[in-house]
């Protein structure tokens, strides 16, 4: 057989189709929710998280809420006992006296700026170390009390000492409703 034929008679390789290994079989098709499109999604969800990183750090630069002060007690009721008085600092006095103490997390916006306006707010309506200026909301502490709008539900979970009982919370109540009548705050309440 001359060497002309002999190479043409060779098989020769032929290219496999585009999209196709060399047998000719297509690959399987990609799962749905490709990698392509995970992808996508994560770089979505990598946005929105810098995005609210970098927020929470501008919100840092808000200056309400992070000076915190406990002026100076000017006067105090003279408290019935001084059981009434233990049950008031453990309950109240954290909003409603100068007493203030500030946990580590009041340092830190969002949460810094909720405590500073619940503290102003209740400085505002009741201070117990201010008792030489009126206070007009001493006359609706037993009723917010008894009511539970007192202390705010969300309190005690992070102050878990202010979580009174019932019988504490009759105390405090009677307790109170003595001071305010042997002990009535200026101008009124």
């Keep these: 057989m001359p060497l002309a034929m002999a190479i043409s008679s060779e098989r020769?390789?032929?290219e496999a189709p585009v999209g196709t290994d060399m047998a000719g079989r297509r690959p399987p098709a990609p799962p749905t929710g490709s990698?392509?499109?995970?992808?996508?999604?994560?770089?979505?969800?990598?946005?929105?998280?810098?995005?609210?990183?970098?927020?929470f750090l501008l919100a840092q630069l808000v200056p309400y809420?992070?000076?915190?002060?406990?002026?100076?007690?000017?006067?105090?009721?003279?408290?019935?006992?001084?059981q009434t008085r233990e049950l008031a600092a453990r309950a109240c006095?954290?909003?409603?006296?100068?007493?203030?103490?500030?946990?580590?997390?009041?340092?830190?916006?969002?949460?810094?700026?909720?405590i500073q306006r619940?503290?102003?707010?209740?400085?505002?309506?009741?201070?117990f170390s201010e008792w030489n200026k009126p206070q007009d909301g001493a006359g609706d502490v037993a009723e917010v009390?008894?009511?539970?709008?007192?202390?705010?539900?969300?309190?005690p979970i992070l102050h878990p000492k202010a979580n009174l009982s019932k019988a504490e919370q009759q105390q405090l109540i009677v307790?109170?409703?003595?001071?305010?009548?042997?002990?009535?705050?200026?101008g009124g309440g």
């Design 12 to 14: 020769t390789p032929q």
């Design 35 to 55: 990698s392509n499109h995970r992808s996508g999604v994560w770089r979505h969800v990598r946005w929105v998280l810098l995005g609210g990183a970098a927020l």
């Design 65 to 82: 809420g992070h000076s915190h002060t406990n002026p100076p007690t000017t006067a105090e009721p003279r408290w019935d006992s001084a």
């Design 93 to 114: 006095f954290d909003c409603h006296s100068n007493l203030t103490t500030w946990p580590w997390y009041s340092n830190i916006a969002p949460a810094s700026w909720l």
């Design 118 to 127: 619940d503290v102003d707010g209740g400085r505002a309506s009741l201070n």
């Design 145 to 155: 009390i008894s009511g539970g709008s007192m202390p705010p539900w969300f309190y």
């Design 175 to 186: 307790g109170l409703a003595a001071t305010f009548r042997n002990s009535p705050p200026k």
